[in-house]
């Protein structure tokens, strides 16, 4: 019999339990606040919403790579831009459940506006960025520089938005001006999965994997200029894109394997 989760009903009722569970949970972070802060209260309450939204649609991930990431980035003492990527709608909650160290994100002015997801930006630290005119953008850019130089991880998709193919789209290149303003390392990650999980144009959650694979730092400074720097990254991304999928299918073969192998299947070839 199959899983209640593979038919289109199950994936209406994963995707209308996620949206509706959003103001609980940002209720829950807000009252936190007066108890934990702003920035503990949303990392702790946000990656616990992430993993069980992941555990209740079926959604597991594995996070590859970060133990070869350097010692002071592990423990969060260098602060980093994470780079990946940009499949689904899906991809942000998963990387605030799979990171280890918190990371907040770069987001329109205009997002803060937004009731409880708004609320949740401002409470976890997200930098805004005022795309108005380009003095008040430039501006933005030294303002987020100063704060990742103070000690914030940022997670950027240099795409600027989902892909509708699956297929990387061009970079952007905010991020990689910012990278060079705070002269602190970037980390390529390929975050894959989402496509199949979460389709563009589509609200119906679909059970499958993600795989978050991490790539070793990319350091600003060694590259002669902004274009150059903008290259070696997404070739790194477009390489880990690439090791994940491999990996993806590994495991996915695997575990038709397991199914074939299990008892049903011998008592049937009996």
């Known amino acids: 019999m199959a899983n209640w989760r593979d038919t289109g009903y199950g994936g209406v009722v994963m995707a209308i339990w996620t949206l509706a569970s959003v103001p609980f949970v940002v209720i829950g972070i807000l009252l936190a606040v007066p108890v934990l802060g702003r920035r503990r209260a949303f990392f702790t309450i946000g990656p ?3 993993r069980g939204m992941a555990w209740f649609c079926h959604v597991p991930f594995t996070l590859q790579g970060w133990e070869r990431l350097p010692e002071s980035i592990r423990e969060g003492r260098q ?4 780079m990946s990527n940009h499949e689904s709608q899906l991809d942000p909650p998963i990387l605030v459940a799979a990171l280890p160290v918190p990371a907040v994100y770069l987001a329109k002015k205009e997002l803060q506006y937004v009731p409880f997801i708004g609320w949740a930006a401002w409470v976890a630290g997200v930098i805004f960025i005022d795309r108005g005119d380009r003095d008040r953008a430039i501006r933005s850019i030294h303002d987020a520089a100063q704060q990742i130089r103070g000690g914030k991880n940022v997670v ?5 938005t989902r892909s509708r193919t699956g297929q990387m789209l061009p970079f952007k290149k905010g991020g990689f001006a910012l990278a060079l303003e705070a002269d602190v390392p970037i980390v390529p990650m390929a975050t894959v999965g989402g496509f199949h999980v979460l389709p563009p144009r589509s609200l119906r959650i679909r059970p499958g994997r993600f795989t978050v694979l991490m790539g070793d730092p990319v350091h600003p ?6 274009d150059a720097l903008m290259k070696e990254v997404r070739t790194r991304i477009e390489n880990l894109v690439a090791e994940a ?5 590994e495991a996915l073969l695997s575990e038709q394997r397991g199914k074939l192998s299990g008892p049903d299947h011998t008592q049937a070839s009996a």
């Open 79 to 82: 602060s980093v831009i994470f």
């Open 156 to 160: 950027i998709f240099p795409e600027g």
């Open 221 to 226: 400074s060694d590259h002669r200029d902004r």
């Open 48 to 50: 616990l919403f992430a």
């Open 245 to 249: 999928t491999i990996s993806e299918r």
